[in-house]
């Protein structure tokens, strides 16, 4: 079966009066050698069992069962359920969860894996989202491999003091390292997309600062929560005085008028432990 064949696509659509959902952001792949490619980089071996959210026709999914132990994957509509299992029939490793995967219990799916792995091409208007509960849910992903909007890849691998730099840049340097592997461009979907996509890889690191997670998160959200204004104002917008917040960027040899994009994460973890010890 050539899955990234646009006419075998249209005749697999046609004859299981499959339509594409805007709400669930499907876009097939139509270019054989970027799945493969995608598969390729996940660095995936005989002991890695990968999870896979949102297998669209099973493109990658094929890709994925050729290298690793066993592929979960993980579908929300129920509409495509007679087709994976026509396009994946005979693969004895791979598993479909019909579930929405911000719902799912990753512990009962996957707590008894020796090797974990996230290899998918993400539904774009919950990328974010679905990231933060992959990262916060406790499971030890060695890596997590995929394919998001090029802007947003752009956003997680900002460096300190650039227009894309934010507060979820500083969540994923929290739990991993980013990294932007390639960009896909949007003539190689069905349908075409209006943006541009890239191929985004995180590596799992212990994390670089100690600290509370809640409480560095919950200031680092509030420094960006009006990007234009200086720390002193974010910050006292979210009940920090200004007073105390210039203390603390001057015991660390910061700017009074310093804004949220020009510390990293270590530095917000020494502003969250001098406020916190000054209250």
Do not use: W
Not at 35 to 61: N, Q, R
Request: aromatic share 6%; proline share 5%.
């Amino acid at each position: 079966m050539e899955l990234t064949n646009p006419s075998f696509i249209k005749d697999l659509l046609e004859r299981h009066d499959f339509r594409f959902s805007k709400t669930f952001g499907q876009n097939f792949l139509i270019t054989k050698q970027i799945p493969e490619k995608i598969a390729a980089s996940a660095d995936l071996d005989e002991k890695t069992t990968v999870l896979e959210i949102g297998p669209g026709i099973g493109c990658l999914t094929r890709c994925l069962a050729e290298r690793a132990k066993k592929v979960i994957s993980v579908e929300i509509d129920d509409r495509l359920l007679p087709l994976l299992r026509e396009t994946l029939g005979g693969l004895d490793n791979v598993q479909i969860v019909h579930n929405d995967i911000l719902k799912t219990d990753l512990h009962a799916l996957l707590g008894g894996e020796e090797k974990l792995a996230v290899c998918a091409n993400l539904p774009y208007n919950i990328t974010t989202p679905i990231l933060v509960y992959l990262l916060e849910g406790g499971l030890k992903f060695e890596s997590i491999t995929v394919m998001v909007q090029k802007e947003v890849a752009q956003r997680f691998c900002a460096e300190k003091g650039s227009k894309d730099y934010g507060a979820i840049t500083l969540f994923l340097n929290y739990y991993t390292k980013p990294k932007m592997l390639f960009s896909v461009g949007a003539g190689n979907f069905m349908p075409r997309p209006r943006v541009d996509s890239a191929v985004l890889q995180l590596r799992s690191i212990e994390p670089p600062v100690e600290t509370d997670p809640k409480a560095l998160f919950a200031l680092i959200r509030a420094a960006f929560s009006m990007r234009r204004k200086t720390l002193q104002n974010t910050l006292a917008s979210a009940g920090i005085p200004k007073e105390r917040t210039a203390a603390a960027l001057e015991k660390m040899g910061k700017s009074p008028t310093a804004r949220g994009e020009e510390l990293d994460l270590k530095d917000y973890a020494n502003l969250e432990a001098l406020l916190r010890n000054e209250t």
